[in-house]
């Protein structure tokens, strides 16, 4: 595994373990990207605040990748759980440990020279992280104080 897939793989499972699972945590090289990766990343924790995710998720990449590696991405794209193309991405492949390695297909309605796909889970398999103790001492005394 090269270091660029093993670096997204620990970003993955950092923020797995942190803010709950993916429906889809993937690295794209399309046809026509001049050579660049495309991060596209769904998740139900993203929906909640996408403009968050996407400086959370930026940040962690950044902090990741080595420089060089940094300018062979192009963008992160953040995509609905619910979308058919994750759907359709989820049905099949089913990936929680190893990463996928895909070549030559298309994903998204564009042409997929090459694929690493780390996460992939259905929608209703996805589970998300458990609240933090801090947040649940915080509501525990919201709850008590109102009733």
């Not at 990343?41 to 968050?52: K, Y």
């Not at 996407?54 to 759980?81: G, N, T």
């Not at 297909?105 to 609240?131: K, N």
């Amino acid at each position: 595994m090269n270091t660029f897939v093993a670096s997204l793989l620990k970003v993955e499972r950092a923020l797995a373990r942190e803010k709950g699972a993916f429906a889809l945590f993937a690295a794209f090289l399309r046809e026509d990207g001049l050579g660049k990766w495309d991060l596209v990343i769904s998740a139900p924790w993203v929906e909640r605040d996408r403009e968050a995710a996407l400086r959370l998720i930026s940040a962690r990449v950044q902090a990741a990748l080595k420089p060089q590696q940094l300018l062979s991405i192009s963008r992160i794209a953040l995509v609905e759980p619910t979308s058919p193309e994750v759907a359709a991405i989820n049905r099949e492949f089913q990936v929680e440990r190893s990463p996928v390695e895909v070549w030559g297909r298309s994903f998204f309605g564009m042409a997929i020279r090459h694929a690493h796909i780390f996460a992939s889970a259905r929608q209703d398999a996805v589970i998300p992280a458990r609240p933090s103790r801090a947040r649940t001492t915080q509501q525990q005394r919201r709850k008590a104080a109102r009733g």
